[in-house]
């Protein structure tokens, strides 16, 4: 961990991300004139603390194990990770962070020593056998450990499409950029606002009812008019304009809000550095800053934004990172609820008939 570390120091990455107390504090503030940057990493490794004092706040966690849930994890996969150990009972907060971006998944206390919490690797972890992460832990007395590990990443194929639509998606205007400028902002402010602890206690349910219709997959390859390439990032569900959309899960509405793309869209923050978002709506039946309930009615399904067709673009994101939405709803938070769960899911009424629907629903976004 520690040479991984050194590394991202020398090639100059942020180091806001790498924790840096200790050495490391000083590297980032600026090196003393002996140590200039660009120096190999063998001269680094010799570089002494800056004060005495600050020896050991970078404290290795030997007294901790980790667990992973699954223990291999797709890109585009969500995980549950599990730090345990007598180093971790006074810890103030405890962090994952993960993979080149530094991704950072924080984690909740369950109860001592047991730490507990949800990260996600992006798709960019294709190809890979695993992604590098490390535990790292703010300790009394502003101290910090940290701990290395790796996460085995799974494989999973994703499909390519073609899609043609409305030329105003693919060659923007100066306005319409500032438009989707400002949405981005309104996204990042909402993706901001979360809980430490999850907000629900039950597994989450798909939007559209048990027996929604899956019309795109998460992951899949899109050339938009033959120039535009994207990965499509979210699970597209079938459904008529004036259909109902449920709440996934407990939590509060992040965001409501027009946008360019995603049409009429609602960001559903569930703690635990988890959200849901919900596209395309034709109307809302909640409001920014309302406490929802799983199941709980919170839009109707619509064509806004960039579609070929009326549908539910259903987003899921966790610490930051996109998921396969499929995999939060397969996902067992709470294993013992999961017979429960299929029992209470709500069952819309209007999944009757939907093959003329899914003809013509095809879906962007
Ligand atoms: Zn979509």
Redesign the pocket.
Known sequence: MRDWRRRAVVAGMSLGLLGGLGIWGWEAAGAPPDKKPGKKMSAIREVPPARPAEEGLDKELTQVSLRFTPENVPPGGLFQFEASGKDLENAAEVTLICGEKRDRFRAFRVSGGLWRGYGALRLSAEGKENVRAFLEAGLPGGASGEKETSIGVASRDYPSSRLKVAPKFTSLSASQKRRTKEDQRAFAHAYAQDELRPLFSENFVNPRGTSARVT?VFGGRRVFNGRTKSR?????LDGSPGDPVYAAADGVVRMRRDCFYAGGTLVVGHGAGIFTSY??LSRFHAAEGDAVKKGQLIGEVGKSGR?TGP?L???AKVGGVHIDPQLLLEFGFFPEADGMRRDRAPSPDANAGTDARAKKAK???
């Open positions: 795109s499509h990032l979210g699970l597209d596209f395309h579609v549908h673009h259903f987003g879906n962007e976004n």
